[in-house]
């Protein structure tokens, strides 16, 4: 592999280390050679993501302009030029190792562009076309750099984890997408409990939650288990020297919902995290757990009273 390339899986390397430090523990748990093609979309999607939100003092049209130029040097990479970038060319060697799906990293690109222009979305339907770009296509990224028996029957599985880990996100990350002038919870599922923005930006400055906004995060984190349920399938499909990273992926992820529930659905006290010893235990038993085994779906039981009508 030459310098610039080593380089380029490196610069990814650090990004997932720095930024993604659940998957970035799961994913010490797959072969050597596996982890620098995660490390390298990890890297990509966290690039765009950087662009899109570490840039804030920038006007909304220059942040525009910045992904655009990025994404053209993606896509004359991929035509096989040559592209100066400190990254860019850890991806396109993945995406050639793996012969990946172009069109995936398409959505992505125009799911981030999205984030410049839409600040929230009026149903669930509309957020899922939003997610279908920005974690449903991660899921079939990964899914050939995982490996599977059955390829055909985990790529369902492996779009519903990666709307279940994004969901889980955006539960927890409510103040702070506030913050960037977003909301992920749907405009029909703030008025099915009475709550509006005005009343997340209130709860927000106050740090703490109200019952209205408590209702609603437990609805959403329903939603989000559905979402690991249909995963579920997917993961007792993968190699075998796969499973373990990916088992523990979805506990951890999936623990955030757990954390969430223990604090009352109080997005707003403090940001859920799963404890570090709990983290390591989750990995221990997930190299310890015999391939093919069912993963339990994580998250609370939902009060039967919580869905309206």
């Not at 990350?173 to 509006?196: H, I, K, N, S």
């Not at 940001?271 to 990995?283: D, E, L, Y």
Request: hydrophobic share 45%; with cysteine; net charge neutral.
């Amino acid at each position: 592999m030459d310098t610039d390339l080593t380089a380029a899986y490196d610069r990814c390397r650090e990004l997932h280390r720095r930024h993604g430090r659940t998957y970035y523990l799961a994913t010490r748990l797959l072969p050597a050679w596996k982890r620098r093609h995660v490390h390298a979309l990890y890297g990509f999607t966290r690039y765009a993501d950087e662009i899109v939100d570490r840039t804030d003092d920038l006007p909304a049209a220059e942040r525009a302009a910045r992904l655009a130029a990025w994404s053209d040097r993606f896509v004359a990479g991929l035509r096989g030029e040559a592209v100066d970038d400190p990254l860019l060319p850890a991806v396109l060697h993945t995406i050639a190792v793996f012969d990946l799906d172009r069109g995936d990293f398409a959505s992505f690109l125009r799911s981030m562009a999205m984030d410049l222009t839409v600040p929230s979305y009026p149903t669930y339907d509309d957020l899922l076309d939003y997610m279908e770009g920005s974690a449903a296509v991660i899921g079939t990224m990964m899914l050939p750099i995982l490996g599977s028996s059955d390829p055909a029957a985990a790529r369902e599985p492996a779009r519903q984890l990666g709307l279940a880990f994004q969901l889980t996100n955006f539960i927890r990350d409510v103040a702070e997408d506030l913050d960037r002038g977003r909301t992920y919870l749907p405009d029909e599922d703030l008025a099915r409990f009475d709550v509006t923005r005005e009343d997340l930006l209130a709860a927000k400055a106050a740090g703490r939650t109200t019952p209205g906004i408590r209702d609603l995060i437990e609805y959403e984190v329903t939603r989000a288990q559905a979402h690991y349920l249909a995963a579920a399938p997917g993961i007792p499909l993968l190699s075998p020297a796969s499973q373990a990273c990916m088992r523990t992926a979805y506990a951890l992820y999936g623990g955030i919902l757990d954390e969430v529930a223990a604090q009352g659905y109080d997005v707003f006290a403090r940001r859920a995290r799963v404890p570090g010893r709990k983290r390591t235990v989750v990995a221990a038993r997930a190299l310890l757990t015999p391939a093919g085994t069912p993963v339990t779906v994580p998250g609370p039981a939902p009060r039967p009273a919580l869905v309206r009508a």
